[in-house]
């Protein structure tokens, strides 16, 4: 079992930056960022892979979103010239394998989530 665990959320204006960070109690080979708007379903932010350090994203935080590993346990999002309509709970995600890394229903181990509010 792997605990997971997110920070940084906040609430900002339009414009505004974050940094959301994950921690992980062992090594997973495939590590995500997936957000929750209300009444939405589950959507794909971004993945990083700690061996080779690949990085996606979707395309609405493309260039304005940057996901990072600085060891085998940490993760982060980096969150610059936010939109009203990034505002959701965001979690971080994990598994054992590669493949399928924008489907929720792969991995195995979640956080709680922390919360991003951006207003115009």
């Known amino acids: 079992q792997v605990q997971v665990a997110e920070s940084g959320g906040g609430s900002v204006q339009a414009g505004g930056s974050l940094r959301l960070s994950c921690s992980a109690s062992?090594?997973?080979?495939?590590m995500a960022w997936f957000r929750q708007a209300p009444e939405k379903e589950r959507e794909w932010v971004a993945v990083?892979?700690?061996?080779?350090?690949?990085a996606l994203y979707a395309d609405s935080v493309k260039g304005r979103f940057t996901i990072s590993r600085d060891n085998a346990k940490m993760m982060y999002l980096q969150l610059n010239d936010l939109k009203p309509e990034d505002t959701a709970m965001y979690y971080c995600?994990?598994?054992?394998?590669?493949?399928?890394?924008?489907?929720?229903?792969?991995?195995?181990?979640w956080g709680q989530g922390t919360q991003v509010t951006v207003s115009s």
């Open positions: 062992r090594y997973t080979y495939t």
């Open positions: 990083i892979y700690y061996t080779n350090g690949d």
């Open positions: 995600a994990a598994k054992d394998n590669a493949g399928a890394y924008t489907r929720a229903d792969t991995y195995t181990f």
